[in-house]
């Protein structure tokens, strides 16, 4: 059984930052590929960055490019998700997840944690 818990949500103004951390338990982070999605009231979740196993290759939403940086370190067993220049429209729940293989798509993640609201306001 895998655990993924988030923390570092909150409510910050426009052109703010955060950062976001997913601890791991139950297997060694090395065993997965790691993503986090978003999901905002009444939309759908969606991707938002996702980096393999060895942290040397990611992705993002094409919206948070240049803002958002995904990493790992897998000694600590902790994914993090620095959020910087927030606007509202990054409003939303944040999950943690993990994948045996690399994706981009909510289905092809098979643990989640409980998620971590972030808040931007105007």
């Known amino acids: 059984q895998v655990q993924l818990v988030e923390s570092g949500g909150g409510l910050v103004q426009a052109g703010g930052s955060l950062r976001l951390s997913c601890a791991v338990a139950?297997?060694?982070?090395?065993?997965?590929?790691m993503g986090w999605f978003r999901q905002a009231p009444g939309k759908e979740r969606e991707f938002v960055a996702v980096?393999?196993?060895?942290?040397?290759?990611?992705s993002y939403l094409d919206s948070v490019k240049g803002r958002f940086t995904i990493s790992r370190d897998n000694a600590k067993n902790t994914v993090y998700l620095q959020m910087n220049s927030l606007n509202p429209e990054d409003t939303a729940v944040y999950y943690c997840?993990?994948?045996?293989?690399?994706?981009?798509?909510?289905?092809?993640?098979?643990?989640w944690g409980q998620g971590t609201q972030v808040t931007v306001s105007s």
């Open positions: 980096i393999n196993r060895s942290g040397g290759s990611t």
């Open positions: 139950g297997r060694t982070l090395n065993s997965y590929v």
């Open positions: 997840a993990a994948s045996p293989g690399w994706g981009i798509h909510p289905g092809q993640y098979a643990y």
